[in-house]
């Protein structure tokens, strides 16, 4: 679980930079549905992704606030940055 999350953190901080230096490529194909189908596979072949956001004690942002932290349009959005991070041949979107 540790490595999972420091592997999300790292996906996120790269997903930031991009977003910083090339807001260009962020906009490409928004209102996707990439963040469904990158979770799934990533679930499917990794065995889960965590915990809801609702579920812990101290607020957090949830995925559509994190994707527009990083200047995204949304969930979907998210889900195609970290799909071409995480490494994994089986998440595509």
Same mark, same amino acid.
């Given at each position: +679980? @540790?490595? @999972?999350?420091?592997?999300? *953190?790292?996906?996120?901080?790269?997903? *930031?930079t +991009?977003?910083?230096?090339?807001?260009?490529?962020?906009?490409?194909? /928004?209102?996707? /549905?990439?963040?469904?189908?990158?979770?799934?596979?990533?679930?499917?072949? =990794?065995? &889960?992704? &965590? /915990?809801?956001?609702?579920?812990?004690? =101290?607020? @957090?942002? &949830?995925?559509g $606030?994190?994707? @527009?932290?990083?200047?995204?349009?949304?969930? &979907? =959005?998210?889900?195609?940055?970290?799909?071409?991070?995480?490494? $994994?041949p089986?998440? $595509?979107?």
């Amino acid at each position: +679980m @540790r490595i @999972r999350s420091v592997s999300i *953190a790292g996906a996120l901080a790269v997903a *930031a930079t +991009m977003a910083l230096t090339s807001p260009a490529q962020a906009s490409a194909s /928004s209102g996707s /549905s990439c963040w469904g189908v990158v979770s799934s596979q990533a679930a499917t072949t =990794e065995g &889960g992704l &965590g /915990s809801h956001a609702s579920s812990f004690d =101290e607020p @957090r942002l &949830g995925i559509g $606030n994190v994707a @527009r932290l990083f200047g995204l349009s949304g969930p &979907g =959005e998210l889900g195609q940055v970290l799909a071409s991070l995480d490494d $994994n041949p089986a998440t $595509n979107c």
